[in-house]
């Protein structure tokens, strides 16, 4: 290792994006590895609305690892950012910066510390895929700063290490997270199926119902339905293969009818395994359910799909609009159900792309007020307005994968001082 004394310091900056999966993955057969019981399918969600910027430094003053999220310092004695670290330290390259007088060998890597800090634009542990961001992000980093020479798919297996739906993100457009069937996992990795542009005229709408952490996390949820639930094994083994193959079949051709039942079917069925599991975890609430009847109804009323839903664990809903049209019309009825509580600012109620709201003409609170009913509502539907039972909305796109951040401004630690901003 050679440079000036204990001085110099090396940093990367990076931001990955979040991803919501259309065919589930829920359940384990090996947890320390992070080995799921099934093939599962997710979109990637535009990193400018639901991402993880992630700053990694490196010097050989800092004493020991260390990492903050969101601004606290966090432990990283946990099993998974241990492997996560333990992969990248043998997999990392050679490094020489002649204009600074550096060279770090390979071997150099292993004797040296890192300082980690991430921050997400969107609530953590809340059923939005936090996890994923954070450790695609962690993973993405470090592999560009410890000059790891690996294609995306085999990063993406150390990814998974650290947060099994984390592989997913290493990639835009839709991807596959394939299950593998190797004892080390080394075949349990991430392809992309099509990238951002290939169905470029989908629109996200996320209604975050609750920003606070679930009650029962992904990991114990999991566990408890492997162990308990004779519905996680029949979906695993005779449902999800045949939906793998038609979930691709829908994604390549663009098929949205056939896309939208897919993903309302795998969503639903996901909850009912939650609700087979002993004791059942509830991870949506009557607001869950109030906006499934929304658009079920509306499915209904049109007589063929215009809006996918799905639900992770939590209950925020992800709605798929079949293009922009489409997700005008959706954002109008959202809005007419739950319409923000009279003190709230309607810039900080629907975020992300807020041209949506241009185009389906609500541009203020009173033109909220003003909205009517859904034609669906006034023969089968309630008309009952919840205002209140949204934290806020927010608009996006399919996007792409991580990249690297170049500008100084951009990291989240002092080149100065080696610690956060």
Known sequence: MVGELDKWMLMATARAPTNIAVIKYWGKRDETLILPINDSISFTIDPDHLSATTTVAVSPSFQ??????????????????????????????????????MQIRKEDWKKLHFHIASYNNFPTAAGLASSAAGFACLVFSLAKLMNVNEEIGQLSAIARQGSGSACRSLFGGFVKWTMG?????????AVQLVDETHWDELVIIVAVVSSRQKETSSTSGMRESVETSSLL????????????LQMEESIKNRDFSSFARLTCADSNQFHAVCLDTSPPIFYMNDTSHRIINIVEKWNQHEGIPQVAYTFDAGPNAVMIARNRKTATLLLQRLLFYFPPSPDHDLNSYVLGDKTILQEAGLESLNSIESLE???????????????????YFICTRPGKGPVVLLEDDEALISSQTGLPK
Request: charged share 30%; aromatic share 4%.
């Open 64 to 101: 020991e690892d260390r990492m903050w999220l969101n601004g606290k310092e966090i432990s990283l004695s946990g099993g998974r950012y241990q492997n996560c670290l333990r992969e990248l330290r043998n997999r990392a390259g050679d490094f020489e910066d002649k204009t600074r007088g």
């Open 181 to 189: 069937n190797q004892a080390n996992g080394s075949d349990s990795i």
């Open 233 to 244: 094994q029949h979906r695993a083994q005779a449902i999800v293969p045949n939906r793998i």
């Open 373 to 391: 009913p859904p034609a669906e509502a006034k023969a089968n539907v309630s008309s009952q307005r919840h205002a209140g039972d949204v934290s």
